[in-house]
């Protein structure tokens, strides 16, 4: 979240912002309770200077023995220190509510994200790979993965509902191999630290990187518990850190992790209901960096080029597009989105989002470093990104890889995971 301080200070800017973003919050709340503390803080301190000028006073009125004359100046501080009271109350009171309201603005985008409504305005910054041209009929992947037997979603949906897949056989294993492609390359040549983290998280944690309280709709919370799902690894991932101070000479910190993911895509309703593109549970490779200040927009450049690696490396046609300030997610400060090729839809999707969210998450979460020992704790920078989304993965394999037979060829990265296995076929 953004600190109180740098809102106060800073108004037309974050309001200038919020309007960039499409944020409907109105910072006139904000405003008059502010001043309202800043009231209070002035009256409450200019009490506290007269009690301590009455205490001296009615100090030197009892040493000369004037005790008729200190007693009016002793029944104004009982008075004054009641006020105290009342106005710390209220203090408190407003903190709580200034609080509250940053937490339900977004962040403020960089100085290089492009200015727009929607994804409209967002702007290509590079492709890689040439889309394949196909000289038969092209199918999507759920005509494919039914016709060889690898998915199944009719009987997931029997045991479900909608929006939930089975994979089976060979379709399974591919889910698996890439998952380790990823991990090996993520953790084996890009340096990042392997974690298995808890798929189910407290109300804290999900503050903590911005789910919450905004997003609340957008998840699984358990029962009669302060349990939820996961959406992502990042949110697990990036809470390891909360309420803590770290050294500044050993940033960047770099995890990943594979979870599966739970997200009950409220609001997106009629938008990719058919096959695996929206899911409601989906398995994904995160990326997390918890970088230093100064270096976490390269980071960011780094962390991009990561996951682009696993899409050179299975050669499937992909681009990168900067967001603009409308279409980015709550917490970010900028996000470049990789869009692999779908030859079904003749288009290219999205794949993996990796976004730099500054110290807004950080000051949610409170994760702190030192730039020297002894040196004041200030917020770190987070990074996180999929490296990949392995459902949308997986259907771009099959719909890329495609052969008029209906047969699917095994990218070459992948067949050490599936023993040298060339085709999925029947």
Same mark, same amino acid.
């Given at each position: 979240?953004?600190?109180?301080?740098?809102?106060?200070?800073?108004?037309?800017?974050?309001?200038?912002?919020?309007?960039?973003?499409?944020?409907? *919050?109105? /910072?006139?709340?904000? #405003?008059?309770?502010? !001043? =309202?503390? $800043?009231?209070?803080?002035?009256? +409450?301190?200019?009490?506290?200077?007269?009690?301590?000028?009455?205490?001296?006073?009615?100090?030197?009125?009892?040493?000369?023995?004037?005790?008729?004359?200190?007693?009016?100046?002793?029944?104004?501080?009982?008075?004054?220190?009641?006020?105290?009271?009342?106005?710390?109350?209220?203090?408190?009171?407003?903190?709580?509510?200034?609080?509250?309201?940053?937490?339900?603005?977004?962040?403020?985008?960089?100085?290089? *994200?492009? /200015?727009?409504?929607? #994804?409209?305005?967002? !702007? =290509?910054? $590079?492709?890689?790979?040439?889309? +394949?041209?196909?000289?038969?009929?092209?199918?999507?992947?759920?005509?494919?993965?039914?016709?060889?037997?690898?998915?199944?979603?009719?009987?997931?949906?029997?045991?479900?509902?909608?929006?939930?897949?089975?994979?089976?056989?060979?379709?399974?294993?591919?889910?698996?191999?890439?998952?380790?492609?990823?991990?090996?390359?993520?953790?084996?040549?890009?340096?990042?630290?392997?974690?298995?983290?808890?798929?189910? *998280?407290?109300?804290?944690?999900?503050?903590?990187?911005?789910?919450?309280?905004?997003?609340?709709?957008?998840?699984?919370?358990?029962?009669?518990?302060?349990?939820?799902?996961?959406?992502?690894?990042?949110?697990?991932?990036?809470?390891?850190?909360?309420?803590?101070?770290?050294?500044?000479?050993?940033?960047?910190?770099?995890?990943?992790?594979?979870?599966?993911?739970?997200?009950?895509?409220?609001?997106?309703?009629?938008?990719?209901?058919?096959?695996?593109?929206?899911?409601?549970?989906?398995?994904?490779?995160?990326?997390?960096?918890?970088?230093?200040?100064?270096?976490?927009?390269?980071?960011?450049?780094?962390?991009?080029?990561?996951?682009?690696?696993?899409?050179?490396?299975?050669?499937?046609?992909?681009?990168?597009?900067?967001?603009?300030?409308?279409?980015?997610?709550?917490?970010?400060?900028?996000?470049?989105?990789?869009?692999?090729?779908?030859?079904?839809?003749?288009?290219?999707?999205?794949?993996?989002?990796?976004?730099?969210?500054?110290?807004?998450?950080?000051?949610?979460?409170?994760?702190?470093?030192?730039?020297?020992?002894?040196?004041?704790?200030?917020?770190?920078?987070?990074?996180?990104?999929?490296?990949?989304?392995?459902?949308?993965?997986?259907?771009?394999?099959?719909?890329?890889?495609?052969?008029?037979?209906?047969?699917?060829?095994?990218?070459?990265?992948?067949?050490?995971?599936?023993?040298?296995?060339?085709?999925?076929?029947?």
């Amino acid at each position: 979240m953004l600190s109180v301080d740098f809102v106060r200070n800073n108004l037309e800017t974050v309001k200038n912002a919020l309007g960039s973003r499409n944020s409907t *919050v109105s /910072l006139e709340p904000f #405003e008059n309770l502010d !001043k =309202e503390r $800043r009231q209070a803080i002035t009256e +409450r301190d200019n009490l506290k200077a007269k009690c301590n000028r009455l205490s001296e006073e009615i100090g030197a009125l009892m040493k000369a023995k004037q005790r008729e004359e200190a007693a009016p100046k002793q029944q104004e501080v009982v008075l004054a220190k009641a006020r105290i009271k009342e106005l710390e109350q209220l203090i408190e009171e407003t903190e709580t509510k200034l609080s509250t309201i940053l937490l339900t603005i977004p962040n403020l985008p960089h100085q290089s *994200v492009p /200015l727009g409504a929607d #994804e409209h305005a967002n !702007k =290509e910054i $590079r492709r890689w790979g040439k889309p +394949r041209e196909f000289d038969f009929e092209i199918k999507d992947h759920i005509d494919i993965g039914n016709k060889l037997g690898i998915l199944d979603q009719e009987r997931a949906t029997k045991i479900t509902g909608a929006r939930f897949s089975i994979l089976r056989g060979l379709g399974a294993r591919l889910e698996r191999a890439l998952i380790n492609f990823m991990l090996d390359i993520q953790t084996k040549e890009h340096g990042y630290q392997e974690v298995l983290p808890p798929f189910i *998280v407290n109300s804290a944690t999900l503050q903590g990187t911005g789910q919450l309280p905004k997003f609340a709709e957008d998840l699984f919370k358990l029962e009669k518990s302060d349990y939820w799902l996961i959406p992502t690894a990042e949110v697990p991932l990036t809470n390891i850190y909360r309420d803590e101070i770290l050294e500044g000479d050993i940033l960047p910190i770099n995890l990943t992790a594979y979870t599966p993911c739970f997200r009950s895509e409220a609001g997106s309703y009629g938008k990719d209901v058919r096959g695996l593109i929206r899911q409601h549970q989906f398995d994904k490779v995160e990326l997390v960096k918890i970088s230093h200040p100064d270096q976490s927009y390269q980071d960011l450049e780094t962390l991009t080029q990561n996951a682009e690696v696993i899409l050179q490396r299975l050669e499937l046609p992909y681009r990168v597009v900067l967001l603009s300030t409308g279409d980015m997610g709550f917490s970010a400060s900028k996000t470049y989105d990789l869009e692999v090729w779908l030859p079904s839809q003749n288009t290219y999707r999205e794949i993996s989002s990796c976004s730099n969210c500054d110290a807004f998450q950080a000051r949610r979460a409170q994760i702190r470093f030192r730039r020297s020992p002894g040196a004041k704790p200030e917020p770190v920078h987070t990074l996180n990104g999929s490296g990949l989304a392995v459902g949308r993965t997986w259907l771009a394999i099959l719909e890329n890889y495609q052969n008029a037979d209906g047969s699917v060829t095994v990218p070459q990265a992948l067949r050490p995971y599936l023993d040298g296995l060339e085709k999925i076929q029947l």
